[in-house]
């Protein structure tokens, strides 16, 4: 799953008549390096949420076809936050009784092999990173290969991880619900494995970062692909 359905607010005046997920990088839209690169990991099938200027998503990225996948689209009237967007999207999710699922945030530029988180686990796994300027007291630490919330070393969530279908199965249906209480709750329970992405990793959050991004794909070759 894709998550493409936040208003894009710190990025305006560039989101005012474009989904941030279509911002491109090197010319080519962040969410179009996402498939290719979630395609050429083996997935089948991609479930994308939208909801600011969703139709524009749809319209570029049609129904998978030409990237040699499956493209399912959970449309939001508004915003449900991570945990919400999922679960309304649930169902698709749910397709083959696949028990996990992939997930990535939009909005991340990286060379991050998907092939390391796609295969059908039932633990949760959470892939992190060095903390960016942005986020200097990270967000959870690693021990022995397990999460934990606290520890001298935190990194960064990278919007990148393999979650079990369970995980949201109570929620309520089309009620926006943020992520990280589920995260952390699961955390606190022990059994949460990940790692620490040491390759090339950045959010695009803001104009100037998505500016600074751009120059340096292009200046140092970075592929996204």
Same mark, same amino acid.
């Given at each position: 799953?894709?998550?493409?359905?936040?208003?894009?607010?710190?990025?305006?005046?560039?989101?005012?008549?474009?989904?941030?997920?279509?911002?491109?990088?090197?010319?080519?839209?962040?969410?179009?390096?996402?498939?290719?690169?979630?395609?050429?990991?083996?997935?089948?099938?991609?479930?994308? &949420?939208?909801?600011?200027?969703?139709?524009?998503?749809?319209?570029?990225?049609?129904?998978?076809?030409?990237?040699?996948?499956?493209?399912?689209?959970?449309?939001?009237?508004?915003?449900?936050?991570?945990?919400?967007?999922?679960?309304?999207?649930?169902?698709?999710?749910?397709?083959?009784?696949?028990?996990?699922?992939?997930?990535? &945030?939009?909005?991340?530029?990286?060379?991050?092999?998907?092939?390391?988180?796609?295969?059908?686990?039932?633990?949760?796994?959470?892939?992190?990173?060095?903390?960016?300027?942005? &986020?200097?007291?990270?967000?959870?630490?690693?021990?022995?290969?397990?999460?934990?919330?606290?520890?001298?070393?935190?990194?960064?969530?990278?919007?990148?991880?393999?979650?079990?279908?369970?995980?949201?199965?109570?929620?309520?249906?089309?009620?926006?619900?943020?992520?990280?209480?589920?995260?952390?709750?699961?955390?606190?329970?022990?059994?949460?494995?990940?790692?620490?992405?040491?390759?090339?990793?950045?959010?695009?959050?803001?104009?100037?970062?998505?500016?600074?991004? &751009?120059?340096?794909?292009?200046?140092?070759?970075?592929?996204?692909?």
């Amino acid at each position: 799953m894709i998550l493409a359905a936040g208003l894009g607010k710190r990025m305006r005046p560039l989101t005012l008549t474009k989904p941030k997920p279509l911002l491109e990088v090197a010319g080519v839209p962040l969410i179009e390096y996402h498939i290719r690169r979630l395609v050429d990991a083996g997935v089948k099938r991609i479930v994308i &949420n939208h909801a600011w200027l969703g139709d524009q998503i749809e319209v570029y990225l049609g129904r998978g076809e030409r990237f040699g996948v499956e493209i399912l689209y959970s449309r939001e009237g508004e915003p449900l936050e991570t945990a919400g967007g999922i679960r309304k999207a649930l169902d698709l999710l749910k397709r083959d009784g696949v028990g996990s699922f992939l997930l990535v &945030n939009g909005d991340v530029f990286t060379d991050y092999p998907f092939e390391k988180v796609a295969e059908d686990e039932s633990d949760p796994y959470l892939v992190l990173v060095k903390n960016p300027s942005h &986020n200097p007291a990270g967000d959870f630490a690693i021990e022995g290969g397990l999460l934990v919330t606290e520890g001298n070393a935190r990194y960064t969530f990278s919007g990148i991880s393999r979650l079990p279908i369970k995980l949201f199965e109570e929620l309520e249906l089309d009620k926006a619900a943020p992520l990280a209480p589920l995260l952390r709750d699961a955390i606190s329970q022990g059994g949460v494995s990940g790692e620490v992405y040491n390759g090339f990793w950045a959010d695009i959050g803001t104009p100037q970062r998505l500016e600074e991004i &751009n120059k340096l794909v292009m200046e140092k070759g970075i592929d996204g692909l």
